[in-house]
Nanobody
Framework: QLQLVESGGGLVQPGESLRLSCVGS????????IGWFRQAPGKEREGVSC????????TYADSVKGRFSISRDNAKKTVYLQMNSLKPEDTGVYFC??????????????????WGQGTQVTVSS
């Protein structure tokens, strides 16, 4: 059984940066692709980025391309989401999720087997 814990959220002003971390425990992380999702109040959960189990492939939602960067360190059982040039529309609860998958990563949240509890990101002046 894999457990995931997110951290690194907070309140920032537009244009600032945050780095989210997703730490896995209970199982090795390198068998899983990892996705980051977010959910704003009153909106459906949406995919932000995902990364294959070896660090590739990587995909981004159009809304975050050029601003967000995903990476992973399997030795530390950690996946990161570096978020730069944050905008108010990036506000929401950010979740990481894991799918047991040999190659690739899914943008469809229903494919994922394990989820963290989420971390709040608020971008406001």
């Amino acid at each position: 059984q894999l457990q995931l814990v997110e951290s690194g959220g907070g309140l920032v002003q537009p244009g600032e940066s945050l780095r989210l971390s997703c730490v896995g425990s209970g199982n090795t992380l390198d068998s899983y692709s990892i996705g980051w999702f977010r959910q704003a109040p009153g909106k459906e959960r949406e995919g932000v980025s995902c990364i294959g189990r070896t660090g590739a492939p990587i995909t981004y939602a159009d809304s975050v391309k050029g601003r967000f960067s995903i990476s992973r360190d399997n030795a530390k059982k950690t996946v990161y989401l570096q978020m730069n040039s944050l905008k108010p529309e990036d506000t929401g609860v950010y979740f990481c999720a894991a799918e047991l998958r040999n190659y690739g990563c899914a943008s469809d949240s229903s494919k994922y087997d394990y989820w963290g509890q989420g971390t709040q990101v608020t971008v406001s002046s």
